[in-house]
């Protein structure tokens, strides 16, 4: 079994980001090869000399755009790969807006010419990072894999239009194997502290938001709302623990090993089931940490809904895996990877 297992190498495009390394420590941890393709446009040489570090040897590491078709046929080329789990993309809602043509044609376009090239080399396995955002504002709580999706952005559209893009790939050949893990609100770090989520400028996400606020980086936290029909008033979502979310991927692609026919097209929430208020994190924090967080209410952020929760069932049914961090435990590693590295990996090879 093990020896069957070393055998399988995967491709992580986008594997140099925040999931992406996290994910690469896990697949190694679980006897896989692994070969990162990534631009660097989002991430760093250092984040890849960290995971080299800390799984003792050098990642194979190609720096190229999933845009290049060329590049991507040589790497298909010198390696046989099981499959690509496919991180690759700009995630920022923002700046989505601003510049729709980029994030169509960085995730989209490039996902297409991912598909193209995978077709080519007849690899027919294929993880992709998806998003509960495709689930626009739910209809029902918590929200499983059969709610209707809807987007109201450009970043949500992109992952949306990949999503019908693999669905369509599914039923005109049916070898593809095909799962889309629609992850909820990924936070934590590794617990050795050397890696972790690193934002741009100031970020626009809650929990590196809190954390900045807690090491002293930024003033005060602006809650978005304290009006919502929630518990006390601010914003539900169900936060992950980035290292749950790796051992997500190790389990979805053991399930694909396991299979003697294809799948097709299989959505996948990653979640843990649970529902925490904004305010409810922001006291998780500032106990872990022993720092206060100074915060004020603030008007609601556009586009965003009061909860988003996720069914974890269909993951624990078919691929036998279950969140297992608490939210203490994703402040704690979070707070330790900020205060270890209060500028991130502070390279930037862009
Ligand atoms: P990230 O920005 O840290 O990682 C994405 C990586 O992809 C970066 O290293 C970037 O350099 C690389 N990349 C971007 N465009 C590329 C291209 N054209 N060619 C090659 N490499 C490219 O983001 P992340 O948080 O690790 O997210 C990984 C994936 O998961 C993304 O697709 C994102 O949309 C999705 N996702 C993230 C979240 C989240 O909250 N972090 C939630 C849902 C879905
Ligand atoms: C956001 C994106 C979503 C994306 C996800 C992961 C929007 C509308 N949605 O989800 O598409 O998949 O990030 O990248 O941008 N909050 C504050 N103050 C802050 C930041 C956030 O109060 O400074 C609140 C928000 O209003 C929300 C909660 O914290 O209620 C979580 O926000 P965030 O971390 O940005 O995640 P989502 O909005 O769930």
Redesign the pocket.
């Known amino acids: 079994m093990l020896e069957s297992i070393m055998k399988n190498k995967i491709l992580v ?9 996290h994910t690469c420590i896990a697949l190694h941890e679980a006897g896989y090869e692994i070969v990162v ?7 760093s040489r250092e ?1 890849i000399n960290r995971v080299s570090a800390l799984i003792s040897q050098p990642i194979e590491f190609i720096e ?5 078709a060329e590049s991507l046929k040589q790497v298909f080329a010198t390696h046989q790969f099981f499959g690509v789990i ?6 920022a809602v923002g700046e989505s807006v601003a510049k729709p043509l980029l994030y169509y044609n ?2 989209v376009s ?1 996902t297409i010419t991912l598909l193209e090239v995978m077709t080519e080399y007849d690899v027919k396995n294929l993880v992709f ?5 495709v689930y626009g504002d739910p209809e029902t709580l918590p929200i499983d894999e059969n709610s209707k999706r809807s987007c109201t952005n450009p ?1 949500g559209q992109s ?1 949306l239009t990949v999503e019908h893009i693999l669905e369509d790939l599914a039923v005109s050949d049916d070898s593809w194997n095909l799962i889309p893990l ?5 936070v934590g770090a590794h617990p050795s502290g050397q890696i972790g ?2 934002p741009n400028d100031i970020p626009n ?1 809650l929990m590196p938001y809190i954390s900045q606020v807690a090491v002293g980086k930024l003033a005060k936290l602006n809650i978005f709302g304290n009006d919502y029909p929630t518990t006390d008033g601010t914003g539900v979502r169900d936060f992950i623990h980035v290292t749950d979310l790796a051992q997500g991927h190790v389990a979805a692609l053991n399930y694909l090993e396991q299979q003697v026919a294809p799948v097709g097209f299989l959505p996948i929430n990653l979640g843990t089931g649970k529902g925490t208020s904004v305010l409810e994190l922001v006291t998780a924090f500032s106990n872990v940490s022993g720092q206060s967080i100074p915060y004020q209410f603030a008007e609601r952020r556009a586009g965003d809904i009061a909860s988003c929760y996720a069914s974890a069932d269909k993951a624990k049914n078919l691929l036998e895996w279950q969140a297992k961090l608490s939210i203490t435990e994703m402040c704690q590693d979070s707070w330790r990877w900020q205060s270890m590295n209060p500028n991130g990996y502070n390279v930037k090879d862009i």
């Open positions: 495009t986008g594997g140099a980001g925040y999931i992406g390394t393709y990534d631009n660097l446009s989002n991430s984040a190229g755009d999933i845009r290049d496919h991180f690759a993309g700009l995630k960085n995730n490039g990072s998806s998003s509960a955002t970043y992952k629609r992850y909820f609100n990924p989520e690193d996400n």
